[in-house]
């Protein structure tokens, strides 16, 4: 690829152990070890945002109707309490689920947009198996070394959702 010319070729030397393992972070994330070091979550470009509204919004839908359910066989056994409590159930599960999917789709509309910038940044770089970090040969577009996490919140705040990371990669400094 043409990435990989211009960056140090497929296997470029990494600047923190001078060693010759390191694979382009697209190769590593499915490359030796990869499961066992969690890489494909750790060297995530983005979100991955995908088909999760769908799901969320069935899951309210199915919530819904129990409520709804519960309040027909209030109003079927003249239970009073059955009947305010699954209308109470099926307004909280509804409204609660629009809340929900318009997130997701805030968050993939966030990623759509920002997947340019954040390519910048991951497309040439480097993970190194040795030491376990991430690098651009060349030093363009940073220099220097990051860990697998530091990586990750790099990316993502250039893509413009790093309000979306969790765990240590949210923890870590740049």
Do not use: N
């Amino acid at each position: 690829m043409a990435t990989h010319e211009a960056h140090g070729g497929p296997g470029a030397i990494c600047p923190a152990c001078g060693g010759a393992s390191a694979r382009p972070v697209s190769e590593a994330r499915a490359g030796k070890g990869a499961m066992r070091k969690d890489l494909l979550t750790r060297l995530a470009p983005g979100p991955e945002k995908s088909g999760d509204g769908w799901m969320h919004f069935l899951e309210g839908m199915v919530l819904t109707g129990i409520g709804i359910a519960l309040a027909y066989t209030g109003k079927e056994q003249d239970k009073p309490l059955y009947l305010a409590g699954g209308i109470a159930l099926a307004v909280l599960c509804f409204v609660g689920t629009i809340a929900v999917v318009r997130g997701d789709r805030r968050e993939r509309r966030a990623e759509s947009a920002g997947s340019g910038r954040a390519a910048r940044v991951w497309d040439p770089a480097f993970y190194c198996y040795g030491c376990e970090s991430v690098f651009c040969p060349g030093g363009v577009p940073w220099q220097g070394v990051l860990t697998p996490e530091q990586f990750k919140k790099f990316v993502w705040t250039e893509g413009g959702y790093a309000d979306q990371l969790t765990g240590s990669a949210k923890e870590a400094r740049l």
